[in-house]
């Protein structure tokens, strides 16, 4: 859906958030029109599921013991058929692949989100990682596009150039804001920010309008401040701000095809 469409409807975006960033990641997808809703108890995941749009899955801060309740969530959002965004936190790492790998055998995601070290585990390609960052060089189109033809998810990179890929069609943003990586949650938010975006249907197109916004936002905040702590918050400021024309004038300028 267009910016536009996403202020209208309000799309509801189940979160089944890690508890680092919670706040932050509500207070997104709400200043954009969304509604946010976040929640870990699994007798209330059927009613929350059949009235969200969307539904966000983090596992940055899983626990074994809850891994049944993960796989049930994606699978009652199949179900509904209510698009389910993966966001693989620190996945190289294999503990932390354990609960990527048992929600995406019994449940399908339509959208991973991820930074490059995180995309390329999916693409079965080696890329440096220093906890939840990623710090290699490759080839982040053929990252991209091989993670998505292996997983048949479309996949939002998210970095210095963003890349989204349905294994076929490939867009970048070649718009770098360091302070994006300065705040621990943008990449959540995003997350988030993308679910709302697809959640009328998914698209590489709604993947890629949600992820221009994000980065305008972070250009436009960058020009009025250059702390983390105050760079935070103005990334509200500017997503509440921004205009529907705003973004798609944006986009028309930035959002290139990829090979």
Do not use: C
């Not at 899983?62 to 058929?81: D, G």
């Not at 867009?171 to 705040?183: C, E, F, G, K, M």
């Not at 998914?202 to 309008?209: D, G």
């Amino acid at each position: 859906m267009d910016l536009k469409t996403l202020k209208t409807t309000s799309p509801l975006v189940f979160n089944y958030a890690n508890y680092v960033t919670p706040q932050f990641v509500a207070n997104v997808v709400n200043v954009v029109g969304g509604s946010p809703i976040m929640a870990r108890e699994i007798a209330e995941f059927p009613d929350l599921v059949g009235v969200s749009d969307a539904v966000v899955i983090n596992t940055g801060t899983w626990r074994r013991a809850e891994l049944l309740e993960t796989i049930k969530l994606a699978q009652l959002a199949n179900q509904a058929k209510k698009v389910v965004v993966l966001d693989p936190v620190a996945v190289g790492i294999p503990s932390r692949s354990v609960p990527v790998k048992a929600v995406m055998a019994d449940a399908k995601i339509d959208i991973i989100r991820g930074n490059a070290a995180e995309i390329a585990w999916f693409a079965g390609i080696d890329f440096a990682s220093h906890g939840i960052d990623a710090t290699g060089e490759g080839d982040l189109l053929t990252i991209a596009q091989q993670a998505a033809k292996k997983t048949g998810a479309i996949i939002a990179m998210s970095g210095a150039t963003d890349v989204v890929s349905d294994g076929m069609t490939t867009q970048t943003i070649a718009v770098d804001v360091p302070l994006l990586a300065t705040n621990v949650g943008t990449g959540d938010a995003l997350s988030a920010l993308i679910g709302a975006f697809n959640g009328d249907e998914v698209s590489v197109t709604n993947t890629v309008r949600a992820m221009a916004m994000m980065k305008l936002a972070g250009v436009q905040a960058a020009k009025k401040v250059t702390t983390p702590g105050y760079f935070a918050n103005q990334v509200l400021d500017e997503l509440y701000l921004l205009t529907a024309e705003a973004l798609e004038t944006f986009m028309a300028q930035e959002v290139k095809n990829g090979q």
